[in-house]
């Protein structure tokens, strides 16, 4: 196997660090660390317990335990951040060349990047200055978890092969959802952007047993903005959509006016 040239300074066999967001146990990780270990050695630090929806969160009033399950896998009683700030940064004796995250039980499209632990644990990577990609299904539930994994497989050994052109020298972070559907592999892809959702619904009250309120935060609101070249669009016409994504928030188109209105002339 070809090794690429942005880890040509790396000494040793190829190495990749599989995370995700819904736990140690879940088949997605499994599926995902099996189709990482025909490309590399393979470390796998993945949470405890179900991370959904912490977004990039990392624990810091309290110490993280890291235990290693029967089958070899590392798991922290933290977030999916956690899990890979805690192996870039102390549990692994090497640095890996890649990481990856998921395959994730439902979709990270849209406005779900921003909350998403799969997607959080991949950025964390990117933050270290490791490529990351993020792995999810859209639809819950495992179904043709298979035919996911085998997506996986395909864009790993792309990225392995021959790193992407305008993704600049250093890390990239890529952000993947699969449809799901037994032709998954077969599926063309689309480079896309992120699309918009309407606002969540209401939160859903319930009372406990002493007749204090609780709230569950309501489900993800509809598509807004799902027009042709978004990650929305192209997941509803039978295409892998892969979207590059970056850490920079500022808003700059409205650095000058911002700068105009509070800078002293």
Do not use: K
């Not at 592999?185 to 047993?209: E, Y």
């Amino acid at each position: 196997m070809m090794r690429p040239a942005v880890w040509a300074a790396y000494n040793g066999p190829m190495r990749i660090l599989v995370a995700n967001d819904d736990g140690y146990l879940a088949p997605g990780l499994a599926a995902l660390v099996e189709v990482c270990r025909g490309f590399a050695e393979v470390d796998v630090v993945a949470p405890e317990q179900n991370a959904s929806g912490t977004s990039n969160a990392l624990t810091l009033q309290r110490p993280l335990s890291v235990h290693t399950a029967a089958n070899g896998f590392r798991y922290v009683n933290g977030t999916p951040s956690d899990c890979v700030h805690v192996a870039l940064t102390g549990l692994l004796s090497q640095r890996p060349d890649l990481v990856v995250s998921g395959i994730n039980n439902g979709a990270n499209m849209g406005d779900d990047t921003l909350y998403s632990g799969t997607v959080a644990a991949a950025m964390e990577a990117y933050l270290f200055g490791i490529p990351a990609i993020a792995f999810s299904l859209v639809d819950r539930g495992w179904q043709n978890l298979d035919a996911a994994a085998e997506v996986a497989r395909g864009l790993i050994a792309q990225v392995l092969q021959a790193p992407p052109t305008g993704a600049g020298a250093g890390a990239w972070l890529l952000n993947v959802n699969v449809p799901n559907r037994t032709d998954a592999a077969q599926l063309p892809q689309r480079v896309t952007r992120l699309g918009r959702r309407h606002a969540s619904a209401p939160v859903i009250q319930q009372m406990s047993p002493r007749g204090e309120p609780l709230y569950w935060i309501g489900p993800a609101g509809d598509a807004r903005e799902a027009g042709e070249g978004t990650d929305f669009h192209a997941v509803a016409n039978g295409f892998v959509s892969l979207t590059p994504l970056q850490v920079d928030l500022t808003d700059h188109a409205a650095l000058p006016g911002w700068r105009r209105w509070a800078e002293p002339r």
